[in-house]
């Protein structure tokens, strides 16, 4: 499947970075094919057959949470992920709160670094890069979290990056852009290590057994 970008939106099991959530699919998972980053943008919605009834919309581990007003969420969770403003509130609220908790600063502004990385709120994998491995926010960020594969890996740590991007210098340690020193140290982790019994396995369906 050269060149094809797979953009998972169907609640499902997170196998070999291939992961995403968004409602209770009665089709299979609608796919985009384009170019490997032709992400869907913002009130340009891939064409889709598919048919569903979307009851809540969750991909990214903690970034409607951190960074939505809460009483917003019911209107996030009705909408497509790629619908945009004013249809849906996160893609504005993205930048809006991190620059309240961040301000740009000396030309480096996170907010808006964030929104482009952060929204589409989907989990996206680019088929025609194979050979790398999963890593979480690989597409997005050009393959500066560890491979240009993207999804989920079963070991990524999808908090603390999430965290580590939003208030720590993740990004900046990634090079995706400037260290503007404004990094908050107390909310930049989650301090909680990974129990060994839950690392992935090498055989399939990857993830460790059920204890």
Do not use: W
């Not at 089709?27 to 985009?32: H, L, V």
């Amino acid at each position: 499947m050269k060149n094809t970008l797979f953009v998972l939106t169907a609640l499902g099991a997170i196998s070999l970075g291939l992961a995403g959530c968004n409602g209770a699919s009665t089709s299979a998972p609608r796919f985009n094919t384009g170019s490997a980053f032709a992400t869907p943008q913002p009130g340009n919605p891939p064409t889709s057959t598919a048919s569903y009834v979307q009851i809540e919309l969750l991909s990214r581990p903690a970034v409607k949470e951190a960074l939505e007003n809460f009483n917003d969420h019911k209107t996030t969770n009705a909408v497509e992920p790629y619908a945009g403003a004013p249809a849906d509130p996160l893609f504005a609220e993205i930048k809006s709160t991190e620059d309240t908790v961040r301000p740009p600063k000396g030309g480096t502004d996170y907010g808006a670094t964030l929104q482009t990385i952060l929204y589409p709120n989907e989990i996206a994998v680019n088929l025609a890069d194979t050979a790398d491995n999963a890593s979480y926010l690989g597409v997005e960020t050009g393959g500066a979290t560890g491979g240009k594969f993207g999804g989920r890996d079963p070991n990524d740590d999808v908090i603390d990056i999430d965290l580590g991007a939003l208030f720590g210098n993740t990004l900046s340690k990634l090079g995706v852009l400037a260290d503007d020193g404004q990094e908050n140290n107390c909310i930049s982790v989650e301090n909680v290590a990974q129990n060994p019994t839950q690392m992935k396995t090498v055989s399939f369906p990857y993830l460790a057994g059920p204890h």
